[in-house]
């Protein structure tokens, strides 16, 4: 039969400075390379590639550079060769295209239109490195009324809270979609920065439960690994109703991962799928959402905040206004940008809205019906730097979540075939032999690193608009200007033009 | 311990349950939600009505109601024993992945969806009368017994086992006219097949005082999944 697909991706090999090491063979799971005795050299098999640069990367000569395919389908502006070549696939499959990671698709990245401002003057700025400057963030619900006990004595009783030493958290991602290693990696990472790491949906690896701290607990609508000692562990149980990967739709975990220890974690035997459906079958209003929030909070007894997360979609602002409602603590908003370990195409890159924009409305909402302090708001999907930190928190975030970004300190290249399940950076696999490539003490410094780097970033914006407290910096718009954006597009985030006063 | 839960909080009925090691007996309850959420141990005995979720998370403690259930009974429950001497609303066992429900009379839509199981830990759930629709939807294990004492023509509905990928729905019924997904395979069981499933059986009669050895006569059905990965063919790589 005719393979209608070109490869993607070449492999180009620079045979002066090859040593004939096999390097690269033996470090690639998609079986690009390999050496031909016939000919006394490498051979690469460009159609394999994925381009996920790990033989780059260890090449001992940097011999390796992989280039997009420059064989072209003749130019067509609307049938772009993609089109093509997903229809080819679907025409010889019949099956529903799966793709990971978030939208590749160049939809516009609000935060890029987006400027910070600083102090001239007018009013002094801080400089974080002599003065104390202030990144702690609680979340929670914030009571709006002081209450006195019989005696007149102030009740300090507070609602359950997380307190970050920064305001960002590590998103959930499953033991299962992500190895053993990664996980230990970012619980270690959380509780050295004295922040949080999630489970995901697919239970708690027994291990990890020392880390019970830095803990976030996912229960999403399969229940994968929920049972009372579960979300006695998290130090807050997140309630998962949707990802911004793939809003509306549920989760299918290939048998073929459900292997070992992740099979015991998810308790469901070996091989078997595990089919997380689209809605939670209890969850169908507010109403039934306020009643799941409390039954966690009954078996919890009221220790523990609880996270409603849901993804972006058009009417975000009507659903958070409901959720700020349902008794949860804190509304984690996930953008259509945010990653996966696998989800179909057209969802992915079709659904859904930018966390900006929703952010943007959310706050607004809230703040409108003065319900704004009943939760806090965590931001995903996809916050890619300490600036986009900044401007979510501009926009009324209190923190933000970030998974693809953890992924990247960690070696990740973003090649988006998680769902091959043979990474070869032994992050989104559970092949023993690409697990252990990934050691969790060095991905764990890594993270800290990076995250630290981040901390002094948001510092110094911070000291520039001469705030020390990013208490101050939460909703603060007038720390916010767009370029390029039109006047619908203003009004919904909430911010002027550049230029404005 | 004797409480009249009807003027309280549900977190005080639970702090009261806990307080008393988790053995009490609730008088007068009359749709107070949650109670006996996570609970560990003891034995909780229920006059009257309790609310929604009543037993969720449960982890080993046994619930006997006197009364009928309403939705969520069991939601995510681990370990323990839930008894109903009456009927339940829908949602019953949500998620669940040990212990064992025993509903004397009939039950509503969607009981056993997604329950599951893993290695000697299987839930049970034995329905006296009938179900409604999506009986053991996107059902991943355990099992869940359709008794039809009262000999009802149809003692299941539509959607049975709709998604269904594993474990085991048994139905007692003269035939089995409802109408069931593809992916369901329904046959008739072998008489030595059935004495896997007897204990679960006198378990049932033993709670509910019934000696009743017609509950295990006539025609049994087993349904079960033909595939523990139905959606390998549905995708592609992209």
Known sequence: MIDYNVAPFEVVRDYDKCVNCRVCERQCSNEVHHYEEGFGKMISDSAKCVDCQRCVCLCPTKALKIVPNQNAFRPNANWQQKYLTEIYKQAESGGVLLSSMGNPEPFPVYFDKILINASQVTNPSIDPLREPMETRV???AKPQTIERDASGKIVTKLPPRLKLSMPVMFSAMSYGSISYNAHAALARAAEKLGIYYNTGEGGLHKDFYKYSANTIVQVASGRFGVH????????????????????????????????????KTRMIPEGSDAVSPAPHHDIYSIEDLRQLVYSIKEATEYKKPVIVKIAAVHNVAAIASGIARSGADIIAIDGFRGGTGAAPTRIRDNVGIPIELALGSVDQRLREENIRDNVSLVVAGSIRSSADVVKAICLGADAVYIGSASLVAMGCHLCRTCNYGKCNWGIATQRPDLVKRLNPDIAAERLINMLTAWNHEIQEMMGGMGINSIEALRGNRLMLRGVGLNERELAVLGIKHAGEV | MKYNGKTYKVNEINDAIKAA???ATLTEVLGERFIACGLKEGVVTIEGTPGN?????????????HGNGQDAV?????????????????TLGYAMRGGKIFVRDNVCYRAGVHIKEYGDKVPVIVIGGTAGCFLGEYMAGGVVIVLNKDNAKDPIADYTGVGMYGGKIVVRAESLDTVLPEQIKCRRMENGELSAFTPYIKEYC?????????????????LQPDSNNPYKRLYTNN
């Open chain 1, 228 to 263: 009372k000692d579960y979300l006695e562990d998290g130090a807050a149980i997140e309630i998962k109703i949707g990802q911004g990967a793939k809003p509306g739709i549920g989760g299918h975990l290939p048998g073929a991962k459900i292997v070992g220890d992740v099979s």
């Open chain 2, 21 to 23: 090691g988790g053995t």
């Open chain 2, 53 to 65: 979720a009543l037993g969720a998370y449960l982890d080993g403690a046994k619930i006997i109601v």
């Open chain 1, 138 to 140: 609680f979340l929670g």
């Open chain 2, 206 to 222: 033993s709670e509910f005082g019934r000696a009743d050895p017609k509950l295990w006569t006539g025609t049994v059905y087993l």
């Open chain 2, 74 to 90: 069991g939601d995510t429950m681990n370990e323990g024993k839930i008894v109903i001497h009456g009927s339940v609303g829908d």
